[in-house]
């Protein structure tokens, strides 16, 4: 079977199976983080409860984890939802959301670490910093390293804790405990200036691995079709604002022939 096939069966097995995806997100994406993930068929919760946590965790078929908008009491919760997915088994995704850039989130990303996550999907910035390396420094939430300056690093992460990396950037470069790399080269400049997409592309991760044995070959689908929706949306918007819009309609309504025909992945 071509990659293009293979692909696009993991995105129709989410659209089938609508795997039920426990969210521990930040403030500024919740609203979209929710809207695609029920555009691409899975069903969002966004629940921080610490006395529902481990219940939460248990039904759903993912859990999401993103520090973006850090407090003490999320703290303990993504740390009791981190240990409930690793219990469980179930797969879970870590967005180390500006890693690097305060000790506190220094401090509870190495915490969420011991637990394992399936996926970890950041900005090379973020790679860099959770992996200790001292050659980048984070600015913000944004990236000011290229995506392949940070495959070392996440080569190390891959090493320590056995999870898939995925490095966000122009080129999305996924990296596992097999010596396999996938390159993803979809995507365009302007969904840099809508807030959270790189959240939005670790919810729909933590989806597709949900209902995927083969969890990079999952994690390369939902990369791609972000990227592939972000292109298509592209053409027709006048701006960020529209672009935020008609990305949401696209990850509904792509086809398959659009999908095949602007895939951009390679594998090493």
């Given at each position: 079977?071509?990659?293009?096939?293979?692909?696009?069966?993991?995105?129709?097995?989410?659209?089938?199976?609508?795997?039920?995806?426990?969210?521990?997100?930040?403030?500024?994406?919740?609203?979209?983080?929710?809207?695609?993930?029920?555009?691409?068929?899975?069903?969002?919760?966004?629940?921080?409860?610490?006395?529902e946590i481990k219940d939460m965790a248990s039904i759903a078929s993912a859990v999401l984890i993103n520090i973006g908008t850090l407090d003490e009491y999320w703290s303990e919760a993504m740390l009791i939802a981190a240990k409930a997915a690793h219990t469980l088994n179930k797969p879970w995704v870590l967005d180390p959301v500006g890693a690097g850039a305060t000790p506190y989130r220094n401090e509870i990303l190495q915490k969420l670490l011991q637990y394992r996550p399936t996926v970890i999907r950041g900005n090379a910035s973020e790679i860099l910093a959770l992996a200790k390396s001292n050659s980048s420094v984070t600015k913000g939430v944004d990236s000011i390293a290229l995506s392949n300056e940070a495959v070392q690093a996440a080569l190390d992460l891959v090493n320590d804790y056995g999870s898939i990396v995925c490095i966000s950037g122009a080129t999305d470069i996924i990296l596992n405990d097999s010596g396999q790399i996938y390159f993803i080269k979809n995507g365009h400049p302007m969904m840099t200036k809508v807030t959270g997409l790189g959240c939005t592309a670790s919810a729909l991760t933590a989806a597709f691995i949900a209902v995927t044995e083969n969890k990079t070959e999952a994690t390369t689908a939902a990369m791609a079709l972000l990227g592939i929706a972000g292109e298509l949306a592209e053409k027709q918007s006048s701006g960020p604002g529209s672009l935020q819009m008609n990305l949401l309609d696209k990850l509904y309504a792509v086809t398959e022939t659009e999908f095949s025909g602007y895939l951009k992945v390679a594998m090493e």
């Amino acid at each position: 079977m071509t990659m293009e096939k293979t692909l696009w069966e993991y995105i129709q097995s989410v659209k089938d199976q609508s795997p039920l995806i426990h969210n521990i997100t930040n403030y500024v994406v919740m609203n979209n983080t929710a809207n695609a993930l029920l555009a691409v068929g899975a069903s969002p919760v966004m629940a921080h409860a610490k006395s529902e946590i481990k219940d939460m965790a248990s039904i759903a078929s993912a859990v999401l984890i993103n520090i973006g908008t850090l407090d003490e009491y999320w703290s303990e919760a993504m740390l009791i939802a981190a240990k409930a997915a690793h219990t469980l088994n179930k797969p879970w995704v870590l967005d180390p959301v500006g890693a690097g850039a305060t000790p506190y989130r220094n401090e509870i990303l190495q915490k969420l670490l011991q637990y394992r996550p399936t996926v970890i999907r950041g900005n090379a910035s973020e790679i860099l910093a959770l992996a200790k390396s001292n050659s980048s420094v984070t600015k913000g939430v944004d990236s000011i390293a290229l995506s392949n300056e940070a495959v070392q690093a996440a080569l190390d992460l891959v090493n320590d804790y056995g999870s898939i990396v995925c490095i966000s950037g122009a080129t999305d470069i996924i990296l596992n405990d097999s010596g396999q790399i996938y390159f993803i080269k979809n995507g365009h400049p302007m969904m840099t200036k809508v807030t959270g997409l790189g959240c939005t592309a670790s919810a729909l991760t933590a989806a597709f691995i949900a209902v995927t044995e083969n969890k990079t070959e999952a994690t390369t689908a939902a990369m791609a079709l972000l990227g592939i929706a972000g292109e298509l949306a592209e053409k027709q918007s006048s701006g960020p604002g529209s672009l935020q819009m008609n990305l949401l309609d696209k990850l509904y309504a792509v086809t398959e022939t659009e999908f095949s025909g602007y895939l951009k992945v390679a594998m090493e």
